[in-house]
């Protein structure tokens, strides 16, 4: 069956990086459009970036842009989300999410539409 599990959270100084990781079990990585998504307390789970099935086309919230990087290696079944320059802000549980269509990434589907989860990977940033 489909199994994510992430991995890379943890606890970082405001200004810092994180490597987030997305391990992929069940399916053939490239055959599934993957999402990050995040939620902090108290507020709504939203996509940070996603990356298609389709043609390995990536998307970026705004909140992202430049500073967050979304990858996939096919041969290690895992996606990665290389995150820099954090601010207290990005502090949430991090979740990847899959789901078999190329089309979610680009029309942006908010997460009820992904039929795929891991369990999260909580991550702190600190001022």
């Given at each position: ?53 389709s043609d390995g086309s990536t998307y970026y919230a705004d909140l992202a842009k ?27 549980v991090y979740y990847c999410a899959a789901e078999d269509s190329s089309f979610i ?23």
């Open positions: 069956q489909v199994q994510l599990v992430e991995s890379g959270g943890g606890l970082v100084q405001s200004g810092g990086s994180l490597r987030l990781s997305c391990l992929a079990s069940g399916f053939t990585l490239d055959r599934f459009s993957i999402g990050w998504f995040r939620q902090a307390p108290g507020k709504e789970r939203e996509r940070i970036s996603c990356i298609s099935s430049g500073r967050f990087t979304i990858s996939r290696d096919n041969a290690k079944s895992t996606v990665y989300l290389q995150m820099n320059s954090l601010k207290p802000e990005d502090t949430a990434c680009a029309y942006n589907s908010a997460w009820p539409s992904w039929g795929y989860w891991g369990q999260g990977t909580q991550v702190t940033v600190s001022s």
